[in-house]
Every structure is written in C-alpha cells, then in structure tokens.
C-alpha cells in the first residue's frame, strides 16, 4: 500500500459525459501528478501540482482539467468523453527526489 | 518527444534467467533515475533507484547499472523468478519536486 487513495476504483459512463476522479496523497506530499495509462501503452503524464499550483503540464486534452485543494487531495475532471478516454487514471504524489508514489488507479470505460 | 528511451518492449526468460532491461536518456540535466515494477490492474511501484554519480546499485536480486558518459542505465534482475512477471518501467527526472519522464515499459515474462 503507498499511502495514495484513488476513488472511484472503477467508473462506466457514456459519450459525452463528465467525471471527476478524486485522490489524495501521502501524509506530507505536496506534490501530486496525473497520468493516463491506456491498454499496453505506458505512463503518459498530464499534470503535476505542487502545493495548490500547477507546476508542469504534459499531454493534457483541453477537455481535462485539474486542481489541488488546500488539503492537498487532487481532482481531475474530464468532460466531453469520449470512447477513446477509457483507460486507467492513476495519481501519485511526492516528497523529493523524483520517487513517486502511485495510487492503485480509477479504471475508466467510456460506452 | 521521448526523452527516456526503453528497450526491449518485451522480453521472455526462463526461470532463473537474468533479463536486462536498458533505458537511455538525453537531457543531461536528469540527476535521478527511479525503476518502477507495475503488475497487472496496480499501480507502478518503486523498485530502486539510483544517482549519476553512482555506477551501480544492488537491492536484493535487483541491480541497477548506470553509465553517465554514455546516457545509459539498465535493470538487471537475477535469478528472475515467475514472481518478478511484470511491466518495468524506467524513469529520469530532475532534482526534487520535478515532473517525472517515463521510459515506454518493459513487459516481462518468466517462465518455469
């Protein structure tokens, strides 16, 4: 167990429609970053934050978007789905050093 | 634009074996390498990680091997088990609190 809560675990939703995934970090992590993990491909990063600002932005679809709360849990939303989002969501977070910590990940399929 | 180049993207070995997974980067600003093991439906996990100015580390089976002149690092995991059956991915980034670059993974398979 990292220490990083993801919820939903799982999440079916139709074309269109909007979500929101939710994480929270390790106790003391104030930075945490987003990634997009679709079948047999790798870690594709959209956003880190640290400490309540954005601090870098990857391959980030205009339709997503993130925050960081002042209790350091995370949202990342994502609207106007489409089939080709479905994929696994996962969160990390991170003290120093570039080790992360990832979640256990929200599965996303999209009908 | 891959800054961290991974290879091979899937590797077979027997049981006892010891695969090598090599990864090569580019930006020479890049001072911590991390390895990450993720098994099906996880998360990634750190595995062992390693700075530039060390040209080799061992946790328990895993060995990381770094090659600062050369911009490479690679994962050797000896006496490989059906256990260590797992994507690998390799990782550089810059100082603390940095955006992490992700090799494309290594699917690996060991067989009894």
């Known amino acids: 167990d990292s220490g990083v809560t993801q919820t939903p675990k799982h999440l079916i939703t139709a074309t269109g429609q909007r979500v929101t995934l939710r994480c929270s970090p390790r106790?003391?992590?104030?930075?945490v970053y987003w990634y997009q993990q679709s079948l047999d491909q790798g870690l594709q990063f959209l956003i880190q934050y640290y400490n309540g600002e954005e601090r870098a932005k990857g391959n980030i679809l205009e339709r997503f978007s993130a925050q960081q709360f002042p209790d350091l849990h995370s949202e990342l939303n994502l609207s106007s789905l489409e089939l080709g989002d479905s994929a696994l969501y996962f969160c990390a977070s991170s003290p120093t050093s570039g080790t992360q910590y990832f979640g256990p990940g929200t599965r996303l399929t999209v009908l | 634009q891959q800054q961290v180049k991974q290879s091979p993207q899937s590797l077979i070995v027997q049981k006892g074996g010891i695969p090598i997974i090599n990864c090569a980067y580019e930006?020479?600003?890049?001072?911590?390498f991390p390895w990450y093991q993720q098994f099906p439906g996880k998360g990634p996990a750190l595995l062992i990680a390693?700075?530039?100015?060390?040209s080799e580390k061992k946790e328990g089976r895993f060995t990381i091997s770094f090659n600062k002149s050369a911009k490479q690092f690679s994962l050797h995991i000896m006496d490989s088990q059906p256990g260590d059956s797992a994507t690998y991915f390799c990782a550089a980034s810059i100082g603390g609190y940095q955006k992490v670059t992700f090799g494309i993974g290594t699917k690996l398979q060991v067989i009894p």
């Open positions: 930006n020479t600003a890049f001072d911590y």
């Open positions: 390693i700075r530039p100015d060390v």
């Open positions: 106790s003391g992590d104030l930075s």
